[in-house]
């Protein structure tokens, strides 16, 4: 089974703090994906990679950042908090080999700027 | 730009019921479509994934079908259990992104 792991279940960070979020997965996927859920807006996509190193700019960029030094890494940077990003956070995985490119999800981050 | 959208936003039946859970989308240019289930407070897991090629999907008591000209997924859910309240989400693929809807909330009442 595909398992998709994120550091934190649910996290408390001060506005200014600098944050980070860690998504794991142990499927050699090339693909990895960060989105943010929120009520009434859905599932909104803010960075995605398709393989080490390499990242792309999803619909809702602005004030994150992202990192993949390894393959089944993929981490999710937040350089100053603020009360806006209070947020679910959720980290997918993918791969094109599999013949049918569907994401895996991990259980979750739910962060809170105070 | 892509714009999936589910109807009901929430949906409340007695157990035992069959239902149906609509979802239509903008741009029939799609790679795949997916549902998934969302339990509160959880991630998302796949239920069905029909392929552009594919009419429809089956698993178990749950049925997917695809209409790709006129742009609209069903999910059918047969013989409803109150372990089928959750969230259900439609999503669309036009390369390796994916464009979610926002969902319909599933009630079963027993």
């Known amino acids: 089974d595909v398992k998709v792991t994120q550091s934190s279940r649910y996290l408390v960070k001060r506005t200014g703090e600098k944050v980070f979020l860690e998504c794991v997965q142990d499927m050699d996927h090339e693909n990895m994906f960060w989105y943010r859920q929120d009520p009434g807006l859905g599932l909104r996509l803010i960075y995605f990679s398709y393989d080490v190193k390499m990242k792309e700019k999803g619909d809702i960029p602005e004030g994150y950042s992202v990192s993949r030094e390894k393959k089944e890494r993929f981490s999710l940077i937040l350089e100053s908090a603020s009360t806006n990003q209070t947020s679910m956070y959720l980290c997918?995985?993918?791969?094109?080999?599999?013949?049918?490119?569907?994401?895996?999800f991990g259980p979750g981050t739910r962060l809170t700027v105070l | 730009k892509q714009e999936v959208t589910q109807i009901p936003a929430a949906l409340s039946v007695p157990e035992g019921e069959n239902l149906v859970l609509n979802c239509s989308f903008t741009d029939s240019a799609i790679y795949n479509l997916q549902w998934f289930r969302q339990d509160p407070g959880k991630g998302l897991t796949s239920l069905l994934l029909?392929?552009?090629?594919?009419r429809e999907q089956t698993s178990g008591r749950l049925n997917a079908s695809l209409d790709k000209s006129s742009g609209r997924s069903t999910l059918y859910i047969a013989a409803s259990q109150p372990g089928d309240s959750a969230t259900y989400l439609c999503a669309v693929s036009g390369s390796e992104k994916l464009v979610f809807g926002k969902g319909t909330k599933l009630t079963v009442n027993p």
């Open positions: 997918a995985s993918s791969s094109p080999r599999d013949g049918k490119d569907t994401q895996y």
């Open positions: 029909i392929q552009s090629s594919q």
